[in-house]
């Protein structure tokens, strides 16, 4: 048996070199794509749904690996993270999401995503200032989306943040709404511009009645609240009429729109005009 387990011990420790040299590798090509200009964003859609029409849209990291391929944010957002290159490549998002959006019709916002560590290691404030500041972009068209978790690991150094944000005039919005443990009382202790609620509820609210009825209370608890409430992952026809009933503000979804390249928003917008 102890032989055995040494056996397996040692497969263990190849294995895991093999996986921190692939990290390694990858942490170095991470470090790299900001000059070498690999980063991309994708927009999707968000649509009021009283407009009915598209009122912004959610900017969506893209790496252009030069070898790998495109390689999805989940994949590399984390390790970004873990290593702090999310400060650098957050402050590109910033800059690149605001140039964009200054190019948009007055009035479509920018949704950004921003992490915890750009809150903590970060000056995330003067980031924001600057990539104003450079695109002319007005601070009203600017929203930006936190998790739960960057609240809740950080709630001293990230509340004053998000004040002085909003004195700015910069909306901000709860991202994954619902998939936390303690969401509900993180609204009473910011006051959020909107939430938005996490795809896993939409999925059933066809089908099944009490998730429809989930979806149902979580939407008034926001409007209550007075917030705006986006439910993301809208697919299908069904779920956007279903939605269009409640006093959901905005969705965002695979109805509406994927994520596409920032030279495919003209024609998302003269698409979405309402005839
Ligand atoms: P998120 O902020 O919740 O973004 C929504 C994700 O849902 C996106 O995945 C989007 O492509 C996907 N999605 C949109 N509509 C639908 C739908 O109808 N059905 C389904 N099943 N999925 C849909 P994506 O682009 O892969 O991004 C994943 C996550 O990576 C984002 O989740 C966000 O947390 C993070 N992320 C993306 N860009 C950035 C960024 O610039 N900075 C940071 N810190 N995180 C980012
Ligand atoms: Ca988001
Ligand atoms: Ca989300
Ligand atoms: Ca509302």
Redesign the pocket.
């Known amino acids: 048996a102890k032989s055995g387990g040494r056996r397996g011990e040692r497969f263990f420790t190849s294995e895991m070199e093999a996986q921190l040299e692939s990290r390694r590798a990858l942490e170095a090509d991470l470090r790299k794509a900001i000059h070498s200009e690999e980063f991309e964003l994708?927009y999707?859609p968000l649509y009021d749904m009283a407009e009915r029409r598209i009122c912004g849209f959610?900017?969506?990291?893209r790496w252009n690996h030069p070898t790998r391929g495109r390689i999805?944010?989940?994949e590399f957002?984390p390790l970004a993270e873990e290593v702090g290159l999310?400060v650098e490549i957050?402050r590109w998002?910033l800059r690149r999401a605001c140039l964009d959006a200054a190019t948009w019709p007055d009035g479509i916002k920018v949704a950004?995503?921003?992490?915890a560590i750009q809150f903590t290691s970060g000056d995330l404030m003067d980031d924001v200032s600057k990539a104003l500041a450079l695109s002319q972009l007005s601070p009203g068209r600017l929203e930006i989306?936190i998790?739960e978790s960057v609240l809740m690991e950080n709630r001293d150094e990230v509340l004053p943040i998000l004040h002085a944000l909003r004195q700015r005039g910069i909306r901000i919005s709860m991202?994954?709404f619902g998939t936390g443990y303690s969401s509900l009382s993180y609204l009473s202790s910011f006051p959020f511009d909107k939430i938005k609620i996490d795809?896993s509820f939409v999925n059933d609210i066809v089908d099944n009645k009490e998730a429809f009825a989930i979806m149902r209370a979580i939407i008034l608890l926001g409007d209550a609240l007075g917030m705006r409430v986006t439910v993301?992952?809208?697919?299908s026809e069904q779920q956007h009429d279903l939605l269009a009933q409640e006093a959901c503000d905005e969705i965002?979804?695979?109805?509406i729109s994927?994520?596409r390249p920032a030279f495919d928003v003209p024609q998302l917008l003269a698409r979405s005009r309402p005839t």
């Not at 993301?232 to 697919?235: A, I, R």
Request: net charge negative; proline share 6%; charged share 20%.
């Open positions: 994708h999707q959610e900017a969506l990291l999805a944010p989940m957002i999310i957050g998002v950004v995503n921003v992490s989306e998790t991202d994954d795809k993301e992952g809208v697919e965002q979804g695979y109805h994927s994520p």
